[in-house]
């Protein structure tokens, strides 16, 4: 157990739909990622949050965003989703965002299905 | 930006020989490389990472190598074990940028007893 919680586990849904994923970081840690694997591209980075701010994105598509709270959690919101979404996404957190120390824990992955 | 090319995409060695993959990054700016294990269905999980100031690091059965002139890195795995039968990630990283991890396509490693 890595400490990164993220609910749900397993998401149905149907083209169009919007969904919400979402992660809770270890307990201390400031940075939190979000990653999408899918079996023809790997693990891919989405977008990174330290503090609540945004910090860095990935090849993130305009109809997916996220934000993180106060209480530091992270959500990533899916909308107009269709058939090529479907993918485990995986939220990670590191300490700090010292950035000499980048040691990054995954959560147990959110399996998104879109019919 | 940064590309991270991964071989092997398919590795099956016998238990208790030595299995090796292999890396090469485009970035000259990362400076950080672990490696993730991953099991069917599970998260991924570090295993082993290296800093681009050290030349090797070992961890028991596992090694990574890094070669920042040639942009390769490799994890070595001695004294295989059926437990070790798992895909294995490398990836890339700038500790002082974005620090966003660039994975690797991923090895499909078998352990044959």
């Known amino acids: 157990d890595s400490g990164v919680t993220q609910t749900p586990k397993h998401l149905i849904t149907a083209t169009g739909q919007r969904v919400t994923l979402r992660c809770s970081p270890r307990s201390g840690d400031l940075s939190v990622y979000w990653y999408q694997q899918s079996l023809d591209q790997g693990l891919q980075f989405l977008i990174q949050?330290?503090?609540?701010?945004?910090?860095a994105k990935g090849n993130i598509l305009e109809r997916f965003s996220a934000q993180q709270f106060p209480d530091l959690h992270s959500e990533l919101n899916l909308s107009s989703l269709e058939l090529g979404d479907s993918a485990l996404y995986f939220c990670a957190s590191s300490p700090r965002g010292q950035r000499s120390y980048n040691e990054q824990f995954f959560g147990p992955g959110t399996r998104l299905t879109v019919l | 930006g940064e590309n991270v090319e991964q071989h092997p995409s398919t590795l099956s060695v016998q238990e208790g020989d030595s299995a090796v993959i292999k890396c090469t990054y485009s970035?000259?700016?990362?400076?950080?490389f672990p490696w993730y294990k991953q099991e069917l269905g599970k998260r991924p999980q570090l295993i082993i990472d290296i800093r681009s100031n050290v030349g090797e690091k070992k961890d028991q059965r596992i090694a990574v190598t890094l070669n920042k002139t040639a942009k390769h890195f490799s994890l070595h795995i001695t004294e295989t074990q059926p437990e070790d039968s798992a895909v294995y990630f490398c990836a890339a990283s700038n500790l002082q940028g974005a620090q966003k991890l660039v994975f690797g396509q991923g090895t499909r490693l078998t352990i044959n007893p």
């Open positions: 949050y330290y503090n609540g701010e945004e910090r």
């Open positions: 970035d000259s700016a990362s400076n950080y």
